[in-house]
């Protein structure tokens, strides 16, 4: 753990998988959230957050094949923990990347995996934690894409990317009330 840099940015999966085995390039921010978030250029670890909602994924695994890259199952994926580390080289505005789809981004180089250290997430650059235990598994991530849910069934197509009738729809979160 000495060896690993003190920060890290917590980022949902499966982008998190996509930064450090991918090849995710950018990960999209707000000017707002780069800023409050203290972030600049460095390396930093990856952490995989707690959390993923089925909508993130579906549309995570279809963008994903669009660059070759097959996603593992969501009971596959660690949540809670730091996965990697990555240098920051630049933060833009404007690119031509695939991967650039927001107000700004990280562009990120020289992902590392590592073995995966529980910890918990925070907003922006935050200097982690190793936490007791990595986050739970949803059950929806067990049954997902197994006919009619049957996680008994023995899965013969593990290694290939699932195939969308229709791209799914891009998942958007919810906007805060003023309440």
């Given amino acids: 753990m000495s060896d690993l840099p003190a920060l890290a940015l917590s980022v949902r999966q499966p982008w998190a ?52 890259a097959v996603c593992p199952r969501p009971d596959a994926l660690v949540y809670g923990a730091i996965i990697g580390t990555v240098d920051v080289v630049d933060i833009v505005t404007e690119s031509d990347s695939e991967w650039f789809g927001g107000k700004a981004g990280l562009v990120l180089e020289h992902p590392k995996a590592v073995k995966p250290i529980p910890a918990r997430g925070e907003l922006g650059y935050f200097n982690w934690q190793r936490a007791d235990d990595f986050a739970a598994i949803k059950p929806w991530m067990t049954s997902w894409n197994a006919p009619n849910g049957d996680t008994g069934t023995i899965d013969m197509f593990g290694d290939t990317t699932p195939v969308f009738a229709e791209p799914p729809e891009k998942p958007f979160k919810t906007p805060k009330r003023n309440t």
């Fill in 17 to 68: 998988w996509a930064i450090i085995h991918g090849g995710k390039v950018i990960e999209n921010r707000s000017l707002g959230a780069i800023k409050a978030g203290k972030m600049d250029c460095r390396t930093i670890c990856i952490h995989a957050a707690s959390h993923m909602k089925r909508d993130e994924y579906e549309w995570g695994v279809w963008r994903l094949g669009r660059h070759g």
